[in-house]
């Protein structure tokens, strides 16, 4: 089975802290997909990072960096030095193409909270 | 580009009519998908379209929804007769190659809330 797992429902931390999100991954696929996804309090769906199975190279943007290790099936996403601008909630998702279909399986999702 | 463009963004109807949410896909795209995002199920796929194809639609939840892409820059879809239960916000989403070769960039969401 396909699935994604984000165990933790929310975190609240100050600004300027660092923050990890954990996602863990379930898939018998060896060529599979694992994205990020930020939902601000507006709504809407925000791309961040996509990540194919054969590379487990780790990725840094600005302040995100994300920690990519198939050993313990896992893709999280670190924020250095939080800012109250990162308040959202951070969706883990993964993509496989296996059985002809083409779809995103979501985590629940981890809502941050940064305080000033 | 401005994007994938959902409309209406807020639908308040009653139960037992029709509704009727709208997707324009960015220009080029070849994949256009529906979710429906609840606080139960969280964030679900109802269909994906190909090519304007209907591809998987295992996600639709009954005979009451169904969906339609008329053309490659046009999607819709439709719910009849509405139920409280289909509250929720559905996003439309489009991508220019499959999940994996690419991204898929989401719409900003319709709020639907059936009363």
């Known amino acids: 089975a396909q699935k994604v797992t984000q165990a933790q429902t929310e975190i609240s931390v100050v600004e300027k802290e660092d923050v990890t999100l954990d996602c863990v991954y379930e898939?018998?696929?060896?060529?599979?997909?694992l994205f990020w996804y930020k939902q601000p309090p507006s709504g809407e769906l925000v791309f961040l990072i996509r990540?194919?199975?054969?590379?487990?190279q780790n990725e840094i943007s600005g302040r995100y960096s994300w920690n990519f290790q198939k050993s313990t099936s896992s893709f999280n996403f670190t924020i250095t030095a939080s800012q109250v601008v990162d308040s959202a909630v951070y969706f883990c998702a993964l993509s496989y193409l296996g059985g002809a279909t083409n779809k995103l399986i979501f985590g629940t999702g981890t809502l941050l909270a940064v305080q000033p | 580009d401005a994007g994938v463009i959902q409309s209406p963004r807020h639908e308040v109807t009653e139960m037992g009519q029709e509704v009727t949410l709208r997707c324009k896909p960015i220009?080029?795209?070849?994949?256009l998908f529906w979710y429906r995002q609840t606080m139960m199920r969280g964030l679900e796929l109802l269909i994906y379209f190909n090519n304007n194809v209907p591809i998987d639609d295992s996600g639709m939840p009954e005979d009451r929804f169904s969906a339609k892409m008329p053309n490659a820059s046009f999607s819709t879809l439709k719910i009849q007769p509405s139920e409280p239960r289909d509250s929720a916000v559905y996003f439309c989403?489009?991508?220019?190659?499959?999940?994996?070769?690419?991204?898929?960039?989401f719409g900003q969401g319709t709020r639907l809330t059936v009363v």
């Open positions: 989403a489009s991508s220019l190659l499959a999940l994996g070769n690419t991204e898929a960039f």
């Open positions: 220009s080029g795209h070849d994949y």
């Open positions: 990540r194919n199975s054969f590379d487990e």
């Open positions: 898939t018998r696929d060896t060529t599979y997909y």
